[in-house]
T-cell receptor
Framework: GEDVEQSLFLSVREGDSSVINCTYT??????LYWYKQEPGAGLQLLTY?????DMKQDQRLTVLLNKKDKHLSLRIADTQTGDSAIYFCAERNTGGFKTIFGAGTRLFVKA | DAGITQSPRHKVTETGTPVTLRCHQTENHRYMYWYRQDPGHGLRLIHY???????DKGEVSDGYSVSRSKTEDFLLTLESATSSQTSVYFC?????????????FGDGTRLSIL
């Protein structure tokens, strides 16, 4: 069945770049999303990419998609303490309402 | 931020009692979803709705029921709560079920079943 996998933890120093990785299994995935969850809050949509794109940049965020390897990454430039949160990768295929979420990567930013 | 309100935000109750969680939206979106979030599992879909009185099961629907009598409200009911239903519950909405219409989430309800 469909599955989305992420590493559980990532620790970086303030000012460094963070790279959060995700792999998915559904080759028909069309839309891939990154959500951010801060403590006690819901998931906030950060950015998304269509499967016909390789890269999308939005301010400090860069999303890279390797469709051949079914690998998605989120790079956060100049990581700040306010970026500490859980980041979820999610995928959805064309014609499907169902969104599959990974288990989330907890990002720790050290000052 | 999408206008989604979940109530209550926190609840503690005992095994065997009925519990109803409410999701209220002001966006007039057609699709509404209930998820539970547990450590190591990410979000798992419980039930979803694609219109008033139109609902269907998700991957972890056992022990849960839902109702949607108005566009803006989606209720999740645990008929007889069990300790395994202790979790954080999130409501989400989207304007369409297909295409690039991402889901937007409420702030969650933390439910503890003792």
């Amino acid at each position: 069945g469909e599955d989305v996998e992420q590493s559980l933890f990532l620790s970086v120093r303030e000012g460094d770049s963070s790279v959060i990785n995700c792999t998915y299994t559904d080759s028909s995935s069309t839309y891939l999303y990154w959500y951010k969850q801060e403590p006690g809050a819901g998931l906030q949509l950060l950015t998304y990419i269509f499967s016909n794109m390789d890269m999308k940049q939005d301010q400090r965020l860069t999303v890279l998609l390797n469709k051949k390897d079914k690998h998605l990454s989120l790079r956060i430039a100049d990581t700040q303490t306010g970026d500490s949160a859980i980041y979820f990768c999610a995928e959805r295929n064309t014609g499907g309402f169902k969104t599959i979420f990974g288990a989330g990567t907890r990002l720790f930013v050290k000052a | 931020d999408a206008g989604i309100t979940q109530s209550p935000r926190h609840k503690v109750t005992e095994t065997g009692t009925p519990v109803t969680l409410r999701c209220h939206q002001t966006e007039n979106h057609r699709y509404m979803y209930w998820y539970r979030q547990d450590p190591g599992h990410g979000l798992r879909l419980i039930h979803y709705s694609y219109g008033v009185k139109d609902t269907d099961k998700g991957e972890v629907s056992d022990g849960y029921s839902v109702s949607r009598s108005k566009t803006e409200d989606f209720l999740l009911t645990l008929e007889s709560a069990t300790s395994s239903q202790t979790s954080v519950y999130f409501c989400a909405i989207s304007s369409a079920g297909t295409g690039n219409q991402p889901q937007h989430f409420g702030d969650g309800t933390r439910l503890s079943i003792l």
